[in-house]
Each structure stands twice: as structure tokens, then as C-alpha cells.
């Protein structure tokens, strides 16, 4: 019963962190200076694009997925066993 | 299918990659061919396609301390499982994957996708799927994505008339939620959190451990939750530099907790040449079963390495040629290392003293050490 209540408590700690993190995000960017579409010049440059090398971080993602206890957050490894 | 605030144009491009993951013998080789094609519509509509075969072979440790071996090749042999130095190096094994993705981009501020996969090899065959939507907000400054995905696998062991339970179903669920704020013209700070669960065949049908003196086939529990937060900052340095931080904090019921710290950079040499590097350190705790010998038998056992309380680090670089607006070329140089850290009767390093530097330097006590080659070519258009 303990260690229920203790990974309910546990969960709820965490949804309600990410929760405030959200918000705290959203709420921030209300008092942020909007950047303009004419603005962007730098963030749509190859050194500041997310996708400059996705598929590098794919296979990343599976490695680590194969070695590690621990897998998910920023995309997730998948397919395979990792057996070997 | 993350999506980021001020994320620009996607290019259409497709990119043929040959990479290779080298532990030496007689630990384990994959050698990777891959084809990635992604086509931008007018409309922002985008449609992903890639295609994976590998090439596995060597062998990695079945979790019985190489000390207490008692069986030799022929219970495993042929599935690339044998403990470290036993000096055998099985057939190869081949794994096939393909996933398909799609974007709809619904209204101005609204994108939904959806994704299928697959995975094959002789002894394990996956199904999966998701969807996600990405919701943009504050003129695109702010960016909402919400994904789920689900997997269902078949656990079809080559020893299963030596393990007639290694035989089995698995099924896991995965969601994520982040938000993405541009917090300047070139800074990005992105939040997220994300919760998984898997229940069924939940054994590595290969790894076995060493209990009262008997070696026996490794017994998890059938279910695992998980969940965890992450963090990452995207900052443009200079005009020629910028910089990237990640943090990420999981936890499960298994009692593995890990966090992960990556720094990468991404530097213009010219207009041609671009230097991407990144430098990962993760650390987890072991799981509550796992142990490198057992006195007894327990509810739960396991000795596979992976659920060890271990040290990673990674260091990476790569260079990109751009040599023409269509042709672009790749290479990556890596190396990958593993340390017990000891607690939970981790693999210890025999009692020596413990050697100062960061592992991916200092690499004397490792419990695996990987090189990762690359080279890839991308046609954009």
C-alpha cells in the first residue's frame, strides 16, 4: 500500500513539475518580445535548424536504445530487440 | 516528428548512409545501410520515408561472469550471445526496418501526423505506430506538440526448445508533450515530459544468470512504467557558432533512474564546410533485480549489463561538405564507452583504485567501448 501511495505521489509530483514548467513557459512568453517573421533569419540558417541531421540522431537513439536501461524523452529508439 | 518554435522550411532531400558500430571482437559489429527521404510539399505538408538494413555480427555478454562459464558454444550458438572471450564468432544476423510518416499541415497554426514502423529479424518482429500534433502559438514563437506511439512485438527466440518460455508478446505505449519557446532571435528553449508502459515478454530470451550455482535463463518482471522530463536550449553563439544543451531525467519501476546531459555545437568553417560535435554523458542506477551472481533464486532476476548501474559517454564529430546547393556529404567519427559504477553488485573493475577523467578518455576499467563510423550523401532539391 505504501509504495503505491509512494508511485502515485511520485507521478502526481511529476505531472504537476511539468505542469508548472509548461506554464511557466507559456507564461513567460507573453512578457518575451514577439520574434517577427523578418526576424528570423538566424533560426532558419543550417547551425540553428532541428532537422539540419535528424537521421544521425535516429541512429543514436537506437544505440542507445540497445546499450542502455533507459530509452524515451526526445524520440524514441524502437524496433528491434537489441538482443546483441 | 518534434517540432520546434521558428522551425523553418523543411528541404526536400533524400540521403543514402553506410554506418558502422564496431566493439572489437568479440563484442558486437553492426554494419548499417540506411535511405532517408524526406519530400516537402507546397502546402508544408511533409512525407518521410526510411529504410534500415543492418548486419549484425559478434557476440555479446549472456550476463554469466566470464569466470563462471560453464556451458560452451552450443546452447546459443548461432545468435551472437556468447560470453566475452569464448572466441566464436557466430553467423550473421540481419535486421530489415522501414517507417513511413506523413504531416498534414490542417490549418495555419495546427499540423497532425501520424507514423508507421517496422522492424524484422529472424527472432523478433515489430509493429508500431503513432500520431502527434504540433499546435503553434504567439506568431509562431511558441510551439505545443503532443505525440503517441505504440508498438506491438514478437519475441520469437532461436533457443526456444532450450527456453520454451522465451517465447513471447510485447506491447509498449509511449506519450510526450513539449513546449518550444523562441526566447531571442536565435535561442530556443524547449520543456517536455513523457510517460511509457510495456507489458508482456519483458526477457532478453538469451541472457541468463548464475543462481545458487546453477546457470539459468534471466526472469524480469512482464511489466514496466516509465516516465521522466527533459530539458534543451538551442542558442546562437555567433554568426559562425551555435550551441546546444540537453538534459533528460527518467525514472521507472524497475528503479532505474538515469539522467542524461548532452553538449553539441555546430560550427561554419566556410560557406562549403560545417563541423557538428557533441559530447553525452548519461548515468543510470541499476534495476531492483539486477545482480552479477545470484545465492538464490528470486521473484525476479536478471545479470544483463544493461540494467546495471553504469556510466556512458559519447563523443562525436561530424563533418558536413556542402558542396552544392544539391549535393551535400557527410562523415562522423565516434567513440562510445560504458563504466560500472559500482552499488547494487554492479561488474566491479577487480578492487583497483578508481582512475581519475572522464571515461571517454580514460577507458582502462570500460565494460564496452564502441566506434562509430559514417559516411552519407544527401541530394536535396
Known amino acids: 500500500m505504501r509504495t503505491i501511495l509512494h508511485k502515485q505521489a511520485g507521478r502526481a509530483g511529476w505531472v504537476l513539475l511539468l505542469a508548472l514548467g509548461l506554464s511557466a513557459v507559456g507564461g513567460c512568453s507573453e512578457s518575451l518580445e514577439v520574434v517577427q517573421p523578418w526576424d528570423r533569419g538566424e533560426l532558419a540558417g543550417d547551425l540553428m535548424r532541428p532537422d539540419l541531421n535528424t537521421l544521425e540522431q535516429t541512429d543514436w537513439d537506437h544505440i542507445y536504445f540497445s546499450k542502455e536501461g533507459s530509452a524515451g524523452g526526445f524520440s524514441t529508439g524502437g524496433g528491434g530487440c537489441g538482443c546483441n | 516528428m518534434a517540432a520546434k518554435a521558428g522551425e523553418a522550411h523543411a528541404q526536400s532531400y533524400v540521403k543514402a548512409k553506410q554506418l558502422r558500430y564496431d566493439e572489437g571482437r568479440p563484442g558486437v559489429t553492426v554494419d548499417e545501410s540506411e535511405l532517408e527521404a524526406v519530400i516537402q510539399f507546397e502546402d508544408n505538408d511533409k512525407l518521410n520515408l526510411l529504410l534500415v538494413n543492418d548486419v549484425i555480427t559478434g557476440a555479446s555478454p549472456t550476463g554469466i561472469p566470464q569466470s563462471q562459464t560453464t556451458t560452451g558454444a552450443s546452447s546459443v550458438a548461432g545468435v551472437g550471445v556468447l560470453a566475452r572471450g569464448q572466441g566464436f564468432t557466430p553467423s550473421p544476423e540481419k535486421r530489415q526496418a522501414a ?30 505506430g503513432g500520431v502527434g500534433a ?31 518460455e522465451g517465447k513471447g508478446k510485447k506491447q509498449t505505449e509511449e506519450g510526450s508533450l513539449s513546449v518550444s519557446q523562441l526566447v531571442g532571435k536565435a535561442a530556443i528553449v524547449t520543456l517536455g515530459g513523457f510517460y511509457g508502459k510495456a507489458k508482456g515478454q519483458m526477457n532478453d530470451p538469451y541472457k541468463k544468470v548464475m543462481a545458487g550455482g546453477v546457470e539459468i535463463f534471466e526472469k ?19 554568426d559562425g557558432l551555435s550551441m546546444d544543451l540537453r538534459y533528460r531525467y527518467y525514472t521507472d519501476d524497475w528503479k532505474i533512474s538515469s539522467q542524461t546531459v548532452q553538449l553539441g555545437a555546430i560550427m561554419e568553417l566556410s560557406e562549403e ?50 558542396q552544392s546547393e544539391n549535393w551535400w556529404y557527410d562523415a562522423t567519427l565516434a567513440k562510445y564507452v560504458q563504466v560500472a559504477t559500482g552499488g547494487g553488485g554492479a561488474p566491479s573493475n577487480g578492487g583497483e583504485e578508481e582512475e581519475e577523467g572522464l571515461p571517454i578518455f580514460n577507458d582502462s576499467h570500460a565494460m564496452l567501448k564502441a566506434y562509430v563510423f559514417s559516411v552519407s550523401a544527401q541530394y536535396r532539391f
Request: hydrophobic content about 35%; glycine content about 6%; aromatic content about 12%.
Open chain 2, 220 to 238: 524480469r518482471p512482464d511489466r514496466r512504467e516509465n516516465f521522466g522530463g527533459t530539458a534543451q536550449v538551442k542558442l546562437g553563439v555567433t
Open chain 2, 134 to 164: 504540433v499546435l503553434e502559438l504567439n506568431k509562431k514563437n511558441t510551439t505545443l506538440a503532443v505525440n503517441y506511439r505504440a508498438a506491438n512485438d514478437q519475441v520469437n527466440p532461436k533457443n526456444v526448445a532450450i527456453h520454451p
Open chain 2, 99 to 128: 517507417t513511413i510518416g506523413y504531416s498534414w499541415q490542417a490549418t495555419r497554426e495546427i499540423a497532425l501526423n501520424a507514423m508507421a514502423n517496422q522492424s524484422h529479424e529472424s527472432d523478433y518482429h515489430s509493429d508500431g
Open chain 2, 273 to 322: 564546410w560545417l563541423v557538428d560535435g557533441h559530447f553525452r554523458h548519461y548515468t543510470q542506477t541499476g534495476a531492483s533485480f539486477y545482480k552479477p551472481v545470484f545465492a538464490s533464486v528470486p521473484d525476479y532476476y536478471s545479470s544483463d549489463v544493461r540494467l546495471s548501474p553504469f556510466v556512458a559517454e559519447t563523443l562525436s564529430v561530424t563533418g558536413i561538405w556542402r
